[in-house]
């Protein structure tokens, strides 16, 4: 293998040039990545969250060999095929009852679409055709095609295309840990899901489709968590105004906060649910929604699901996602991530005891982030000038720790960064990760 120092590389004709131009990957394994000139990084963000299982994992990479060997794709409308099926039958094992079909797709923003566009296809065939919106949550991150995009609450990223896409209506997240009022935490719960309410009745309810909401924010909100009392009063607003709850679990799901979904911290039971990043934890391209039938069958009943993708449900990745599943539970990785969760939580907090400009640490399972103050009282946060959270991941990844972070906290200008480990993530290995966290922080 060439092993080119990043000094000596031609020029790149990808698309990508990274800002620093970081080094070209040789191989990983565990929680660690190596670079073609040795040197060895703990990915602290299992990627962008997508490698639940750690990297380089035998038993994932030779159920993928061997489903090479016999077949890595067959048209879904030609052939169907065994892991398709095991996969759905064991997703939908996992999921809340009633979520039993699955329907495969190759990424986040694919699920997330395909969820609005069987809730828009519900109501059409139940003859609900004036129901069309779906209100979404700001900030949000719920994907980068058109649809996905339309519901996403980052106005960086939708801005240049507003006159190309429908701009859904938006309410605040519930960044209840920034309010300085006197109410409760679960009064606060209350406060931000009634903004649901109130923004139905705004649009006129008979023409809300459904409302998407990560259930543990993701990127956009560094892992935001919202008191209790939220959950179960969004699910009664939905209910009222027969509105569909999509939740988006690309990031939350599969195991990372410490139960299989982000919504089961809350016995969630929503309509519809978007997962990917984990799923196939990075061995394969792999997303799905997951319906349950009630939903499902009006739509097929009326002609067909106007909607599919050429790669869906594709042996490789099925495989992949079937192995994925398979080590979570022969390693106990869900009971890991909520253990290592909270020796991890538990170091984050000992850092903002540390260092005064941190305001914030939260998270669930091995979602966990930190975010950055100027004055912990008000929760003032720093000037935007000095780009702290890109410098924080600048100088982690200097000291060998991959991290993730952005300028963004619930509504309010801010910085945080993610610190989410894969699963598989021991004590002392959360004991390197924060001794370069503390180093950096410094
Ligand atoms: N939803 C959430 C919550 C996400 O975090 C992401 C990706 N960061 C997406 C959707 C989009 O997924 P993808 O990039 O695989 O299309």
Known sequence: MQNTSSTQRPPSHLFYQSRLRRPLVDRAEGIYLWDQEGRRMIDGSSGAMVVNIGHGNRNVLDAMKRQMDRVTFAYRLHFENEPAEDLARMAAERLPEGMDRIFFVSGGSEAVESCIKLARQWALAVGQSERWKVISRFPSYHGGTLGALGVTGYAALSDPFSPMMREMPKIPAPTAYLDRDNLTMEQRGIKYADMLEEKILAEGPESVLAFIMEPIGGASTGALVAPDSYFPRIREICDRYGILLIHDEVMSGVGRTGKFLG??????????IALSKGFASGYCPLGAMAAPSRLVKPVLDAGGFQHGFTYAGNPLACAAGVAVLNE????????????MGEVLK???????????????????????????????????????????????????????LIIYSRRTRGGVEGDHFLVCPPMIVTNEEI???TSILGDTLE
């Open 263 to 272: 919504g089961d911290h809350w016995n969630c039971k929503p309509d519809l």
């Open 328 to 339: 979570i539970d022969r390693l106990g990785l869900i009971d890991n991530a909520a253990r």
């Open 346 to 400: 538990g170091e984050l907090e000992r850092l903002s005891e540390r260092f005064p400009f941190i305001g914030d640490v939260r998270g669930k399972g091995l979602l966990l982030a930190a975010e950055f103050v100027s004055d912990r009282e008000t929760m003032k946060p720093l000037p935007k000038e000095l780009n702290a959270h890109q410098r924080m991941v600048d100088m982690a990844y200097e000291r060998g």
């Open 431 to 433: 004991g390197s990760i």
